[in-house]
């Protein structure tokens, strides 16, 4: 985030002579036989010659700075951030020695004295373009996404070609949800360095989140053509050809075994040969960005309280800033908690490889805030499963299994297309727990006297010109009916009318839509399908989380089914509550399906009155049987890699 180290200037400027005994030549000289030892991974050797110097000018705010920058790179936080506190009090005004300090105290949570430290910093020297750019950074992390894109168009402003200003600028700005907004800061920051390649990731991420899905995967392959090697670019751009329409499952598997090639094979394993053990306790880590208030929680924590009787000790690993009551619920069910947010892939690696897990789940895949793969790939544990974020493979070798449902993928039919060997290991490879606060069901809202209204909330990233079509086609044959949609970025006007402008041009009567944008609490964006007759799945991408919330609110949901997993999770949700006629098999199919649903009002009114209570007895919220069926998944995997003789890391 800075710009420039600080050993090439440790024996210059005020702070060199501050209880200075040695010449700065002699400092200098000796800080370069330092760094050299660092570089060579002789620290010991390192901190003595610095521990030396110190000695004889224990004032020096450079080589406090220096000492700390080696704590940091050894992991030694505590000691980093001592050593930088001692340079900021030697010198106050040097915008390096507050910004490490600030930066150290973030890594370690303690933003709000990060803060205190900042604002110190601006207030001797407000012009400091670093300090505002590092202020807003340490905002963001604390969720005050407003006050933090403020700070960095103050950096910009006092520095217009700082580079790195206008890359945090335009990501702070798409972590408000301003995706539209970013992509002017993005540019900037690339005009100034076509090569910085942070702006053009982030501005690939940008164009996908406004619906300008070509662009975004064109900028992608940009990116790897440069770096082969970026990883988080080959994921992303996996997701976003998810929602491409007319691409073969042929063509996809391709692509996912290219990454399993790009990020490489599993290490040689560390540990002595398994064992089936079928009565010890096994340590059971799972990872993801979303043990927080997220979709992905309401579908784990009805498994957890089952795994501890079943013989695993739980290990949460999340890798997310965000701590909340969700958080705390499911870190009630582990005998370990570990936030790796901000974490570096060695560091993470470290940390989990500590903790000697015999299971690992992955519950992000090629989608989440943070991309660990990577890790996978290097075997962090006997047995590794991916499970519920991604709707495919993740091409990676040393993932030795994929949890799934045999509606969502036939036997034999999507087998071949996975890394992983499939596990089905319930009817629907998902347990649904309704969030806390769930409004009551509502009738639906049409009448003699009041249209049939249909409603997608699902995300705007997985809209296709083919939906589009059949949108346009179920509003000409029900009469007077509208389209209501829900979505993230529909804050943005120009996000709207782009919208708006693919809406008309695929022949959908705009006068007849409505788009909302995101409502402040879970329990407003229910209540939302209080004007909602029917629910409109997405594919060929179908929706999960948006699926259940619409079957809990009482209304019918028309999903088209597809080739593949993502294209078949509406089907295994509702053949799991008992609605198959909900599920269409071709284009007409579906547009019939929804126009039959349309004109039905009993039986939309009859399904509002009974459809909680079907979800309740079905296998989506039989919470305790699929906890039981999901552990006894784990150690049926667990018996499998150990029959097979595996060694593992």
Not at 11 to 32: D, F, H, L
Not at 126 to 143: H, I, Y
Not at 476 to 484: F, I, K, Q, S, T
Request: hydrophobic share 40%.
């Amino acid at each position: 985030m800075e710009r420039g180290g600080a050993d090439e200037r440790v024996a210059r400027g005020p702070e060199a002579t501050s209880g200075m005994t040695v010449s700065p030549a002699k400092i200098q000289q000796q800080v370069q036989e330092a760094l050299a030892h660092q570089r060579a991974g002789r620290h010991v050797r390192a901190n003595a010659i610095l521990q030396q110097l110190l000695a004889l000018a224990p004032r020096h705010a450079g080589l406090h700075d220096l000492m700390g920058q080696l704590a940091a790179q050894q992991g030694r936080s505590e000691e980093a951030i001592r050593c930088f506190r001692l340079a900021v009090r030697e010198d106050e005004r040097c915008a390096n020695h507050a910004v490490r300090l600030a930066l150290a105290l973030t890594s370690a949570g303690q933003t709000a004295e990060a803060e205190r430290v900042l604002r110190r910093l601006l207030q001797l020297t407000p012009q400091s373009a670093e300090g505002w750019n590092v202020l807003g950074f340490v905002l963001k992390t604390a969720g005050r996404l407003k006050e933090a894109a403020e700070c960095h168009e103050h950096a910009v402003q006092r520095d217009p070609n700082f580079v790195e200003g206008w890359y945090h600028y335009a990501h702070t700005l798409a972590s408000a949800g301003c995706s539209l907004r970013s992509l002017a800061p993005y540019e900037r920051a690339l005009a100034l360095n076509p090569r910085h390649e942070p702006a053009r990731f982030g501005r690939a991420q940008a164009l996908h989140k406004v619906l300008r899905l070509d662009e975004a995967v064109q900028e992608y392959d940009r990116i790897l053509a440069a770096n082969p090697a970026h990883h988080e670019a080959r994921s992303c751009r996996l997701w976003a050809r998810q929602s491409v329409e007319g691409l073969s499952r042929e063509e996809r598997w391709k692509e996912h075994q290219a990454y399993g090639a790009a990020v490489g094979v599993e290490v040689k394993p560390a540990r002595e040969r398994m064992e089936p053990e079928p009565g010890r306790r096994l340590r059971l880590g799972i990872l993801s960005p979303d043990l927080r208030e997220h979709s992905c929680s309401y579908f784990l924590e009805p498994l957890l309280p089952g795994l501890g009787p079943a013989g695993f000790d739980l290990f949460l690993y999340h890798d997310h800033p965000c701590e909340d009551a969700v958080s705390a619920r499911l870190r009630s069910h582990a005998v370990g908690w570990r936030n790796l947010a901000g974490r570096s892939l060695p560091d993470a690696e470290r940390i989990l490889r500590g903790d000697r897990p015999d299971l690992m789940i992955d519950l992000a895949g090629h989608l989440g805030t943070t991309l660990r793969l990577p890790l996978f790939a290097r075997r962090l544990a006997p047995v590794q499963i991916t499970y519920l974020g991604y709707p495919d493979t993740t091409g990676v070798a040393a993932m030795d299994f994929r949890f799934t449902d045999a509606v969502a993928d036939p036997p034999g039919e999507t087998d071949r297309f996975h890394s992983e060997r499939l596990v089905r290991f319930a009817p629907t490879a998902w347990a649904y727990q309704p969030p806390a606060g769930c409004p009551d069901v509502s009738p639906p809202p049409s009448a003699p006297d009041h249209a049939v209204c249909f409603g997608c909330f699902n995300s705007p990233t997985k809209f296709t010109d083919t939906q589009f079509a059949l949108w346009a086609r179920i509003l000409e044959r029900v009469e007077g009916a509208r389209l209501l949609l829900k979505g993230r970025d529909f804050e943005e006007a120009a996000v709207r009318e782009a919208l708006r402008e693919r809406l008309r041009s695929r022949g959908v009567p705009l006068e007849r839509v409505e788009l909302l944008s995101r409502t402040a609490t879970t329990a407003e964006h229910l209540a939302t399908y209080a004007r909602v007759d029917i629910a409109l799945d997405t594919f060929p991408y179908n929706g999960t989380t948006t699926t259940c919330e619409a079957l809990w609110m009482g209304r019918p949901v028309i999903t088209r089914c597809g080739d593949r997993h993502a294209a078949r999770v509406g089907s295994s949700l509702l053949q799991a509550v008992g609605h198959p006629e909900c599920v269409a098999h071709s284009d007409d199919a579906w547009v019939e399906t929804a126009v039959q649903w349309a004109t039905d009002r009993e039986g939309r009114v009859r399904l509002a009155a009974n459809l909680r209570s079907e979800m309740a007895a079905s296998p989506l919220m039989d919470h305790r049987r699929q906890a039981e069926r999901f552990a006894l998944a784990l150690r049926e995997c667990w018996r499998l890699r150990a029959q097979e003789g595996v060694r593992a890391a």
